[in-house]
């Protein structure tokens, strides 16, 4: 039905913001914030990543890698064993 389609949407949103939430703390108690603040750039903000690396003075390939890593980090926290089993 529509009402549980709406449900289980709403459910999965609120599992996503968790998820970024966790992430953006995990990276602020690492001491690399500007770790989430360019993941968000890019995905939430679709910003390019060479001008992301413009605005945190490194190269687009640094950005990159960030990205990659959280991306990676993201994934256990949304799927839990079955992101690492994929990988």
């Given at each position: 039905s529509i009402l549980k389609s709406k449900l289980r949407s709403i459910?999965?949103?609120a599992h996503?913001?968790?998820?970024?939430s966790?992430?953006?703390?995990?990276q602020q108690q690492r001491g690399t914030p500007e770790k989430y603040l360019a993941f968000k750039a890019?995905?939430?903000e679709?910003?390019?990543q060479e001008d992301i690396a413009k605005?945190?003075?490194c190269t687009d390939r640094t950005i990159r890698r960030w990205i990659?890593?959280?991306t990676g980090i993201l994934s256990i926290y949304l799927f839990?064993?079955?992101?690492?089993?994929l990988e």
């Open positions: 459910v999965m949103i996503v913001d968790k998820c970024l966790l992430l953006e703390e995990e890019f995905y939430i679709e910003i390019s605005d945190f003075s990659t890593e959280l839990g064993a079955d992101a690492i089993m």
